[in-house]
Nanobody, 125 residues
């Protein structure tokens, strides 16, 4: 029912910036908390950012705090991720995810019922 499509990935040098976008279909977008996950080569998918349905609450993994910013525009059914000061270790496929339960801190992967196909972010040294 709900479809998510990521865009904005690419190749960037260390220290550079990228902005990812996740476009969502569905009329109840603002009811969903949204999260960003990433999966590096040979690694498990990991959470790094989330935002509540209304956008008033955000949460970040330590690895990205101070560098990444999640935001959303519910009038456009879009969630964005501004990534600054990128590091080679940020290289991964980045996935947008939509929550299937009321938003709370500490949500698990199983709490996200909708997933995009991912967009590749590569940071060169």
């Amino acid at each position: 029912q709900v479809q998510l499509v990521e865009s904005g990935g690419g190749l960037v040098q260390a220290g550079g910036s990228l902005r990812l976008a996740c476009a969502a279909s569905g009329r109840t977008f603002r009811e969903y908390g949204m999260g960003w996950f990433r999966q590096a080569p040979g690694k498990e998918r990991e959470f790094f950012a989330s935002i509540s349905g209304g956008g008033s609450i955000t949460n970040y993994a330590d690895a990205v705090k101070g560098r990444f910013t999640i935001s959303r525009d519910n009038t456009k059914n879009t969630v964005s991720l501004q990534m600054n000061s990128l590091k080679p270790e940020d290289t991964a496929v980045y996935y947008c995810a939509g929550g299937s339960t009321p938003y709370k801190l500490g949500m698990k992967m199983r709490d996200y019922g909708y997933w995009g196909q991912g967009t590749q972010v590569t940071v060169s040294s």
